[in-house]
T-cell receptor
Framework: DGGITQSPKYLFRKEGQNVTLSCEQN?????MYWYRQDPGQGLRLIYY???????QKGDIAEGYSVSREKKESFPLTVTSAQKNPTAFYLC??????????????FGPGTRLTVL | GDSVTQMEGPVTLSEEAFLTINCTYT??????LFWYVQYPGEGLQLLLK?????DKGSNKGFEATYRKETTSFHLEKGSVQVSDSAVYFC?????????????FGQGTILTVHP
């Protein structure tokens, strides 16, 4: 089955520790995205990548880092510099076409709780 | 910049009632518009989309029409079911210059009672 997987579903970390969230897709999509969701709010874009070995900051990149070494993988690291990391993190991917409609498909999410 | 405004929830309905969730947008250029649904504890699923003015997206009994004159993309369903209880997000892709980035509304919680 084609899709996007995120692991783990739930993650607990102590304050001050870095933590890496996994996102893998087998849809052969060029573009991948990371969003953060807080209760009662919409999704906010953290980072996105349109192609392997390239990525750009989104609206709330401070305290986060990413890499895109492989087309199918886009891991997100939540660093100790992120002041309020407890949230639900969603990964998405899309074909990445420069013209026409580019629909994003989402993974199941990782709920991170920092203790 | 681009923005999306959804009607505030939560919305509570009885089964078989008519549903409308309002969505208006601000964007430059020619955006594509989307409705996503999120069930408890899950990621977002694409519900429907429309890519140009007067297009109607539809899926699972839900419909939304892209109205450029009123910059709106309201979600409707004629008869809701308990299984429709979820959070609904309106979103736009601002067109070629936005490189596929989505701008989301804040989401509307829908609860349907038997």
């Amino acid at each position: 089955d084609g899709g996007i997987t995120q692991s783990p579903k739930y993650l607990f970390r102590k304050e001050g520790q870095n933590v890496t969230l996994s996102c893998e897709q087998n849809l052969n999509h060029d573009a991948m995205y990371w969003y953060r969701q807080d209760p009662g709010q919409g999704l906010r874009l953290i980072y996105y990548s349109q192609i392997v070995n390239d990525f750009q900051k989104g609206d709330i990149a401070e305290g986060y880092s990413v890499s895109r070494e492989k087309k199918e993988s886009f891991p997100l690291t939540v660093t100790s510099a992120q002041k309020n990391p407890t949230a639900f993190y969603l990964c998405a991917s899309s074909r990445g076409s420069s013209g026409g409609v580019d629909t994003q498909y989402f993974g199941p999410g990782t709920r991170l709780t920092v203790l | 910049g681009d923005s999306v405004t959804q009607m505030e929830g939560p919305v509570t309905l009885s089964e078989e009632a008519f549903l409308t969730i309002n969505c208006t947008y601000t964007a430059t250029g020619y955006p594509s518009l989307f409705w996503y649904v999120q069930y408890p504890g899950e990621g977002l699923q694409l519900l429907l989309k429309a890519t140009k003015a007067d297009d109607k997206g539809s899926n699972k009994g839900f419909e939304a029409t892209y109205r450029k004159e009123t910059t709106s993309f309201h979600l409707e369903k004629g008869s809701v079911q308990v299984s429709d209880s979820a959070v609904y997000f309106c979103a736009l892709n601002g067109g070629r210059s936005s490189y596929g980035k989505l701008t989301f509304g804040q989401g509307t919680i829908l609860t349907v009672h038997p």
